[in-house]
């Protein structure tokens, strides 16, 4: 069991710990720029002082053997997490091993406000290539189709996040990092809607194309595998959806999470 000093636990607390990271960077980089006017120093020392101090108070005395999964994204990962039935949790259970879960609700691959970005809503930022994984399994993109563009006239947005050809574009700078660090990356598609009062119906043409350029960023990526969903949901059936039909219920989070391990076990023989 962790036990820390008291500034946070879980998800908030590493949240917080990337952020403090990220300002001690910004930090050095300002000691840097100003380091000829004395005037500058004692404010950007202290600066660098309290997110420092930030970091270790946030940080377990005794520490868990770090995750070698981590699930990142958005709330197709995050969503039935409240009551540890995410898609990560059964992961976990299913494989009997840690599975870390930074994703966050709401969160884009495209995002612009630094410090809500750097506490997880920018997707880019909820991995940490020093914390070395095997796996990370990541959703992302349908808020920025959604919220971005409206499912409308999405090509620019689209193009923004992954070129037709798979070939650039955020989400593919996003999984070439991940890729560096060693780990394997699954990218996951998202459920379609059953057809039946889906507020997101409107949405399929741009998400088939989407994933379409995502099917063929991993066709050409080595150690990259992307995890349709798309044929998950029979026309009609509303159960593999929550209440606003547009998230994972418990059973569709279940279904996907069994995706996932199948995928897992098929290419990581030692799992």
Known sequence: MERGCGFGT????????????????????????FKGRLMFRPLVH?????????????????????????????????????????????MAAELGEPVKSKA???????????????????ISKQFNPKRPRDWVVLSG????????????????????????DGRKGAV???????????????????????????PIESCKDEGDAYEARLAKMAKGMKGVHFLSNADLV????????????????IKGSKAIAARVVDLIRREDKGR
């Open 104 to 122: 966050v609700s709401g969160a884009r691959i495209i995002y612009g406000l630094p410090i809500s970005g750097a506490l997880g809503m920018r």
């Open 234 to 249: 029979p026309h009609g059936d509303k159960s593999f959806h929550a209440f606003d039909m547009i998230h994972p219920s």
């Open 10 to 33: 879980g998800l908030l607390r590493d949240r917080w710990v990337d952020f403090c990271t990220d300002m001690g960077e910004v930090g050095g980089r300002l000691l840097n720029r």
């Open 172 to 198: 593919v700078d996003l999984v070439a990092k991940i890729r560096k660090s060693g780990a394997q990356v699954v990218m996951l598609g998202y459920l379609r809607s059953p057809g039946v009062g889906s």
């Open 46 to 90: 202290l600066t660098r002082l309290f997110f420092t101090l930030s970091i270790l108070l946030a940080t377990p005395l005794w520490a868990e053997a770090p995750a070698r999964i981590l699930a990142m994204g958005d709330s197709l990962i995050a969503w039935n997490g409240a009551g540890q039935r995410s898609i990560a949790d059964v």
């Open 141 to 164: 993109g349908g808020n920025d189709l959604w919220f971005g563009c409206g499912c409308n006239k999405c090509d620019r947005r689209m193009t923004r996040m992954i070129s037709k």
